[in-house]
């Protein structure tokens, strides 16, 4: 038994160190040296060419990295400006949303938050409490499950169906008696956010809390945050709470429209059809 747990450990670290010299192998390049040959790459990482060939080659796959075929040379690969696109929007986002979400606050006097998708959770990436002494706190890198905040259903909503998919193949746990549990309710609450354009949440995430969150799309109008509007039952009456749906989103609007999204610009809904 023993043995067999030396031996997987070996394996984990393996693992780790691979990790590890592939992450070092992307940071070696620069402005100034684009595209790095396997001898020169290996000097630099103190590594065997052998072992450099092997992660290259991994990476190549990933698009990581992409090979020269006249050089036989190695240069960044695609898929890592995809992803620095990708947070870099995450970025615009919250530096555009700031002084509306302020605004947002005001206005209503009840907090606001601004929330991206990532996987089945929702993730705070900004928030403005309100000066109420009784009211709805988030800390910023919070997450909560998607299935049941109105943030979540707001993105989801515009997602494509594997990704709601697999939001429910991963369960849709209870958080109150008023949560959606079932597969088929959330695809059709989805539908409804969809064609509404915002999604509600009446205590769903939580006894004695209401809310309502609209997208924020990009400059491809694709939705890529919500803005939401949170509060206790006490203030918050169902009358209430549509009139902070239709707040979010002329908020969500304002906001889209600073990041460069015009209203009459296509985009995909769950089913593949357009909007």
Partial sequence: MGGRATAAGK???????????????????????????????????????????????????????????????YRLGLALFDLGMLVRRKMSVVTEARPYLRALMERTGESVHLTVLDHASVLY?????????????????ARVPAHCCSEGKALLAFEPSATVESVIAAGLPARTPKTIVKPQR?????????????ALDDEELEIGLRAAAAPIRDH???????????GPVQRVSKKALQRFAAEAVATGRTISQRLGYHAGRASETLDGSRI
Avoid: C, W
């Avoid at 959330?186 to 915002?198: C, K, T």
């Avoid at 491809?220 to 949170?230: L, Q």
């Fill in 186 to 198: 959330l695809r059709d609450e989805l539908a409804q956010v969809r064609g509404r354009g915002y």
């Fill in 125 to 141: 990436v900004n928030n403005i409490a309100s000066p109420q002494a009784i009211r709805m706190q988030s800390n910023l890198g």
């Fill in 11 to 73: 394996r984990t670290k393996a693992r780790l160190s691979s990790v590890a010299n592939a992450m070092r192998l992307v940071r070696a390049f620069s402005d100034d040296e684009y595209e790095i040959g396997i001898s020169n790459l290996a000097r630099r990482l103190a590594l065997p060419k052998s072992t450099v060939h092997r992660l290259a080659t991994t990476l190549v796959d990933a698009e990581f990295l992409e090979q020269n075929p006249e050089t036989g040379g």
């Fill in 220 to 230: 491809r109008g694709d939705v890529i945050a919500a803005v939401s509007i949170a």
